[in-house]
Nanobody, 111 residues
Framework: QVQVVESGGGLVQPGGSLRLSCTISGIIFKIMAVGWYRQAPGKQRELIASFRVGNRIYYDHSVTGRFTVSRDDDEKTVFLQMNSLQPEDTAVYYC?????WGQGIQVTVAS
């Protein structure tokens, strides 16, 4: 059974940082496309950072230069380091691995 579990969300002030973690089990992690989507209130879910097949990294323009996606294949974990957070980054963040999804984790940026 595949499990995708996010952690590390919460409330942070504008300009602050958070690091999200996503632990994946039950699949062949190394060959999977993995990464992060987010969904802000009233908006569609959007892809913000991912490792594509072949390990190419993608970032949405809205997070380029502020967010960094990384992975630990031995631990089957994907990370999202988020710096210089702004209120518009407030959203539920979802980790994915192939066609499998986590339940999402709230990130709120507010003073």
């Amino acid at each position: 059974q595949v499990q995708v579990v996010e952690s590390g969300g919460g409330l942070v002030q504008p300009g602050g940082s958070l690091r999200l973690s996503c632990t994946i089990s039950g699949i062949i992690f190394k060959i999977m496309a993995v990464g992060w989507y987010r969904q802000a209130p009233g908006k569609q879910r959007e892809l913000i950072a991912s490792f594509r097949v072949g390990n190419r990294i993608y970032y949405d323009h809205s997070v380029t230069g502020r967010f960094t996606v990384s992975r630990d294949d031995d631990e089957k974990t994907v990370f999202l380091q988020m710096n210089s957070l702004q209120p518009e980054d407030t959203a539920v963040y979802y980790c994915f691995a192939g066609e499998n999804w986590g339940q999402g984790i709230q990130v709120t940026v507010a003073s």
